[in-house]
């Protein structure tokens, strides 16, 4: 089972033979009180749950205490400043429960399920409202001490961060959503194809910045702003062209995740 917790809605689905058998969905409740949260999960789980099910893995936008299942300060769910989710999902089901941060779940996932099967070392991005990532070396996701590994995010860049160039804020802070962008886009035109220019230039940045600190063979993309490759690939490709090794910037592979729900299949791949 999988569980994609986010401040709008929990996706739950049932993962078997590769793919999702069934999905469950609920609105996240907009409480004060964190157990009214936990409540809504068990009920949403309860929906596509069978007598079969092994085990539980859901990945959460937060740091994350991974040997005891402690969540903190969960983003867009004020109620979770500290919660003991394994144990409290462990307790009302009767299950193992394995938690990761959300970024940490796409990188996995896409090596269990996706574009990482036949890699070692790569980095999971994902691009959408924010800008996330995880770590796989030597085939598994890389081990540290608060689950922080591969926040990219807050590396300053510019003015501000590379979150606030390599990410939908990106778009929003140019008038439009990326959807619209896009959109305008596809239809030709010139300003829009000029915004996905300049933001193909900032992920190259990201690019190197990976590089430089991972090495890893290759990048895979995920996100609703990784829908949008097409437009921004040849001005990234372009940016990296001057990083010192020349080699390694060369023989790196770019992919894009083809997983629709990849946060149901990373947190179900926690389990294994």
């Given at each position: 089972?999988?569980?994609?917790?986010?401040?709008?809605?929990?996706?739950?689905?049932?993962?078997?033979?590769?793919?999702?058998?069934?999905?469950?969905?609920?609105?996240?409740?907009?409480?004060?009180?964190?157990?009214?949260?936990?409540?809504?999960?068990?009920?949403?789980?309860?929906?596509?749950?069978?007598?079969?099910?092994?085990?539980?893995?859901?990945?959460?936008?937060?740091?994350?205490?991974?040997?005891?299942?402690?969540?903190?300060?969960?983003?867009?769910?004020?109620?979770?400043?500290?919660?003991?989710?394994?144990?409290?999902l462990e307790e009302k089901l009767n299950l193992p429960v394995f938690v990761n941060n959300d970024a940490n779940?796409?990188?996995?996932?896409?090596?269990?399920?996706?574009?990482?099967?036949?890699?070692?070392?790569?980095?999971?991005?994902?691009?959408?409202?924010?800008?996330?990532?995880?770590?796989?070396?030597?085939?598994?996701?890389?081990?540290?001490?608060?689950?922080?590994?591969?926040?990219?995010?807050?590396?300053?860049?510019?003015?501000?961060?590379?979150?606030?160039?390599?990410s939908g804020m990106y778009f929003q802070k140019r008038g439009h959503s990326g959807q619209e962008f896009y959109e305008k886009a596809k239809e030709g035109d010139p300003s829009s194809l000029k915004v996905f220019n300049d933001f193909g230039f900032h992920i190259g940045q990201l690019v190197k910045l990976v590089m430089a600190t991972v090495d890893p063979q290759m990048i895979v993309f995920g996100g609703s702003v990784a829908k949008t490759f097409p437009f921004f690939k040849d001005a990234m490709r372009m940016a990296i062209t001057d990083f010192p090794y020349s080699k390694s910037a060369n023989k790196l592979e770019i992919r894009i995740s083809e997983k629709d729900d990849h946060a149901i299949y990373g947190a179900a791949a926690l389990c294994r």
């Open positions: 089972m999988g569980i994609d917790l986010g401040g709008t809605t929990i996706k739950v689905g049932r993962v078997g033979n590769e793919k999702i058998e069934e999905i469950a969905v609920s609105p996240t409740p907009k409480a004060y009180d964190a157990m009214v949260v936990v409540d809504a999960i068990v009920e949403t789980i309860s929906k596509v749950v069978t007598y079969n099910t092994s085990a539980i893995g859901i990945g959460i936008p937060s740091i994350v205490d991974v040997e005891k299942g402690i969540v903190y300060d969960v983003m867009n769910i004020p109620a979770w400043k500290e919660v003991p989710i394994k144990s409290l779940c796409f990188a996995i996932g896409e090596k269990i399920y996706g574009e990482g099967k036949d890699f070692q070392h790569f980095v999971g991005v994902t691009l959408g409202t924010g800008l996330g990532a995880g770590i796989i070396q030597n085939g598994r996701l890389l081990k540290d001490a608060n689950c922080g590994s591969g926040e990219f995010c807050i590396v300053p860049y510019l003015n501000s961060d590379y979150e606030h160039y390599c």
